[in-house]
């Protein structure tokens, strides 16, 4: 089993920065791929960015290229999303997610492969 802990959200005006954090426990052959997605009122749960554990290879949703970094620390067994140049649309429930699926170049992007999530942590981007 895996748990989840997201922290880092909050609400920041347009153009500001958020890095969110992912605690992981448990077992780590349980989290081969770290994924983060959002969630906003109305709309379907997207994918943002995902990492590879071991190798740290990402994928990126179009929208957040070149303004959203997704990292992960081994040692600290925690993920990053480093969120730059923030835009209102932004503004939604982030969560973490882990596939305990080995993925070796590119790690999935699809919400329904990853086996466990966070709780969530608010983003608000103000106009």
């Known amino acids: 089993h895996v748990q989840l802990v997201e922290s880092g959200g909050g609400l920041v005006q347009t153009g500001g920065s958020l890095r969110l954090s992912c605690k992981a426990s448990g077992r780590a052959s349980n989290r081969e791929v770290m994924g983060w997605f959002r969630q906003a009122p109305g709309k379907e749960r997207e994918s943002v960015a995902a990492?590879?554990?071991?190798?740290?290879?990402?994928n990126y949703v179009d929208s957040v290229k070149g303004r959203f970094t997704i990292s992960r620390d081994r040692a600290k067994n925690t993920v990053y999303l480093q969120m730059n140049s923030l835009r209102p649309e932004d503004t939604a429930i982030y969560y973490c997610a882990a596939d305990s699926a080995p993925a070796f170049v590119n790690p999935t992007m699809n919400p329904n492969a990853y086996d466990y999530w966070g709780q969530g942590t608010q983003v608000t981007v103000s106009s």
């Open positions: 990492i590879t554990w071991s190798f740290g290879f990402t």
